[in-house]
């Protein structure tokens, strides 16, 4: 019983963490989460209202001091830096005219006019606010909550999001009056202020469901903790494993795409064609990501269980010609992961470029993570195909068929395509070359020195890729 248990712990685990990912994920998506969100909105609310009322008092104390001169741009600063950072704000109006506003986050239609002030809460150009006042004399004091922002027009950095202190979605929307499809929000004195109604295709933040997103991915690594244990211990051909195991891994992904399960990934943004679609097969950057960790993970177990040496010598087929196979194999799967890397920067909609910082995104080291299984994937099968057939064949006689292979795969691109891949052609044959060169029992192995010459390699392969199809699609290409 022990064994069994050892034997299938990564199992067990992979479906405690699945259930626990399910549970959450109907939680928030079927068991009216938007209650849970505008119960912690309007505690939140409260909080802050009494805070501002604090702030007020404090502002007031500073403006009826026999010592302050009216200078209220360097007397007030300190509180101006304070409220901005929680997204509150305040001005001062004098015979109704503002004299002074402590951010310019907050917008006026006119300046020079006092807004409508008698309501407790107003719509500014930029935002709906809750209003607090405090009356010294001539002087007003007008303390305001941001509780949602409300451009005219959204783009990449002006978002209609509400006050980040809220976590509620950005489709909630704000109603002046209460009635069966919203919920009302009250004041910390009991007042009603308005009331939000829960709107979008999902009532929960996106943040929310990157917990059962997390949870998800655990389970799947845990599942291929698993299959990698069990491939090991199987006692099957490693050719028939890998084909199994290929076999399955499409599977897998197969179902997941066709039923977009889990759920929550299609409504987390990198599962959605937001930021990148290319097919059925590769509707978003989510799928892209998932697609490069099976390739890198089937390559892995090729390059630790495939045995080219054995395969030779229980082969009826000449050695030569099963070498000649292999190198052609190997180089139309570089073709393969060429043509890949293209599909994804040619149909994404955010930068690759690393000279633009401001640009540079969640999205994008995705991408680039992506890329980097991908590499990483070639090159631990080019690395196992290579040490083995170096023992079967001369150098000389593989860095020439490495050649010809070459040559060859240029002809059919250039009469399929009309087009030849240069810069993945000459990284397989650089690469292998490298391999063959190395003879060194130490630099077999992932030594340091190694590890930078294929790093080096790859490098100068994804930059030039990378710089080469973004300029093509930028020209329109």
């Not at 292998?432 to 192995?445: A, C, D, G, P, S």
Request: charged share 15%; proline share 3%.
């Amino acid at each position: 019983m022990e064994g069994i248990f050892k034997r299938y712990l990564f199992l067990i685990l992979a479906a405690v963490i699945f259930f626990i990912a399910v549970v959450f994920e109907h939680s928030y998506l079927n068991k009216n989460p938007e209650k849970r969100l505008l119960n912690n909105f309007q505690k939140e609310l409260n909080k802050k209202e009494e805070s501002l009322a604090l702030y007020l008092n404090e502002i007031k104390q500073i403006v009826i001091d026999e010592s302050f001169n009216g200078d209220y741009l360097g007397g007030l600063y300190t509180h101006s830096q304070i409220l901005e950072n929680e997204e509150l704000g305040f001005l001062i109006l004098e015979r109704e005219e503002i004299i002074y506003w402590s951010s310019r986050i907050i917008s006026f239609n006119d300046i020079e006019k006092s807004p409508d002030l008698s309501k407790k809460m107003i719509e500014l150009p930029n935002g709906y606010y809750l209003l607090q006042q405090i009356n010294v004399g001539e002087i007003r004091i007008v303390g305001l909550i941001l509780i949602k922002k409300n451009y005219p027009h959204e783009n990449e950095y002006l978002k209609n999001t509400y006050n980040r202190s809220f976590h509620l979605p950005e489709d909630y929307l704000i109603r002046e009056n209460q009635t069966e499809n919203n919920y009302p929000i009250y004041s910390f004195e009991g007042e009603i202020l308005f009331a939000v109604q829960p709107a979008g295709t999902v009532l929960c933040t996106k943040t929310q469901l990157f917990y059962p997103g997390i949870f998800y991915l655990i389970s799947l690594i845990l599942i291929l903790l698993f299959v990698r244990c069990e491939f090991k211990k199987s006692k099957r051909q490693v050719g028939f494993k890998l084909f199994v195991l290929g076999g399955g891994i499409f599977v897998f992904y197969w179902l997941h795409v066709l039923f977009q399960f889990p759920k929550v990934f299609y409504i987390i943004g990198f599962f959605s064609p937001e930021h990148f679609a290319y097919s059925i097969w590769l509707p978003s950057l989510g799928d892209y990501f998932l697609t490069s960790i099976f390739f890198c993970f089937w390559a892995l177990n090729f390059s630790y269980d495939a045995d080219f040496k054995q395969l030779i010598k229980n082969s009826a087929l000449p050695r030569k010609f099963i070498s000649l196979l292999s190198f052609l194999a190997l180089g139309g799967l570089y073709l393969l992961v060429n043509s890949f890397i293209k599909i994804l920067i040619e149909n994404s909609s955010f930068s690759f470029s690393l000279n633009r910082i401001v640009e540079f995104s969640v999205q994008s080291i995705t991408a680039y993570f992506s890329v980097a299984l991908l590499l990483l994937g070639l090159a631990l099968v080019t690395i196992k195909i290579i040490e083995d057939l170096r023992e079967e064949l001369s150098a000389k006689t593989n860095i020439l068929y490495t050649f010809l292979i070459s040559l060859l795969l240029a002809a059919l691109q250039l009469i399929a395509v009309s087009t030849v891949s240069i810069p993945i052609l000459i990284l397989f044959f650089v690469f292998i070359l490298t391999l063959i060169v190395f003879t060194n029992e130490n630099l077999r192995h992932f030594t340091l020195s190694y590890l930078i010459i294929l790093i080096s390699l790859f490098s100068v392969y994804s930059l030039f890729i990378i710089y080469n199809t973004v300029s093509e699609k930028e020209r329109g290409f």
